[in-house]
């Protein structure tokens, strides 16, 4: 039996046609790639096709796990715990689908299993070559991707833009792919105009001279996403037409936008996804995008605020302040709120301020605050003020990882009143160590094996019945996604329990604690969660626990 259900799923895989799509940035980086992928994959989604995307990035790091998120923005945590870009979360948002771990790569990776093969002499004895050894690794990932995904189209984005070192052995695949492939593979550049203040008209000279740097990698695009600060006209979309040798018609306009989820629907205007199935020879059925448009509709129609404050340490670079590292909490906060019919309205506090309590006032006038994940000593002092303070003032509070754990340390502090408590990532040798390392965990610090050790990726956990996070589910057993290597201290459990702060969800073996609350005689809304629930939100399914939050903050106001 076994043997004949693995033959009929093996032919049935083989005789799929599968499509591949290539988006590549020019002219400048930040203009929307990830957004534009999301989107592509959406619209073909949307036209009834299974859709999978993937995520390159140039750089040497493995994964993302490393990076400090003032480089390189938010840390998206896959289901399989690979930590990745946050363009990953996009995908996750846009299709509604958990993406697995073989879909992101960096050159760092590729390089690593490259290397590795040649250990296991997996090459047979072959002088092993930069090029086509990598690019063919490359390749081997996309495709087993599409197969794991069974995935009639699959979406990839190439990190950085064209022309750059980094991603040339990128675009060297993408060369062999389509020669290989005629018909399968279609390359979408997306490309910045701009309209320069003091000429008041949009130039496409950058986007031509894109065009021509990605002809020298021998690639030519199918396909030109013309990002610009308002919509690209016929006669510059001729121009573009002309000089990059795409047709006028595949030349899409991509005005900025007040909000991402507006794109999909904007690339249909200029039939984006017809086009696409066109050039790819695909069926194309009757797109159906209405609860997507649904959604768009609700966002926009919503009146009353909430207030939230997101109390953080990431937020500056240089003089510009970055909201990206914060970027699925923020989409969390917004898809809650719009399902309850609220328009919410996100500041973003630095938590160093509050190391002087006189500045903590501020926080009077939020429904809610949240403290999300971190790592590190710099601001800590200031987010245990605010924690004391939104507790003893009744603020609803909603603490993520770091904002859980820290949270238990405030409890200790100023409830339990216990003298010298810390967490032993910032004082090991504190009296009470009420958030410590694992055994496990202090193994791998020492011998500092540091990426992507952490207690990474989905697992399960159990919670009492009748509590604020039970309730909240609607169900007594959850999945998480998770990216930390401290604990509650078994050592404490009973002592804070008993203080008043219930311990709502742990992991099945009851070890590890997931959930911190207070009840809600105490305080109208006091949560910390050890995971990640932000990775879980998307558009068209907000998550339960964010949910609660924000209507707590509402009811608050
Ligand atoms: N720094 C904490 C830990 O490693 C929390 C991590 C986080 O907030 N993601 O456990």
Known sequence: MATKGTTKSASKTRSKKRSYIFVVGGVMSGVGKGVASSSIAKILQARGLTVTALKIDP???????????????????????????QDMGNYERFIGVDIPDINYMTTGSVYQTVIQKERNLEYKGKNVQVVPDVPLEVIRRIKHAAEVADADVTITEIGGTIGEYENILFLEAVRMMKGEMPGSVAVVMVSYLPVPGSLGEMKTKPTQHASRTLNSAGVFADFILARAPIAVDKKRKEKIARFCNVQPDHVISAPDVKSIYDVPLNFERDKLSERICSVLNLPCKKSNLSTWKRFVDRSKDTHDTVQIAVVGKYFSSGDFVLSDVYISILEAIKYSAYKLGLKPEITYLSSQDFENKKNLQKLKKFDGVLIPGGFGTTGIQGKLNVIQY???NKIPYFGICYGMQLAVVEFAQNVLKLKQVSTAEIDPTAKHVVVDIMPEQKEKLAKKDMGGTMRLGEYPAVLAKGSIAAKAYGA??????????????????????SGGLIFSGTSPDGRLMEIAELPPSKHPFFLGVQFHPEFHARPLDPHPLFTAFIKASYESK
């Open 59 to 85: 750089y040497i790091n493995v994964d993302a796990g490393t990076m400090n998120p003032t480089e390189h923005g938010e840390v998206f945590v896959l289901q399989g715990g690979l930590e990745t870009d």
């Open 390 to 392: 939104v507790r003893e």
């Open 476 to 497: 007594t057993t959850i999945s998480e996604r998770h990216r930390h290597r401290y604990e509650v201290s078994p050592d404490y459990i009973t002592e804070i329990s």
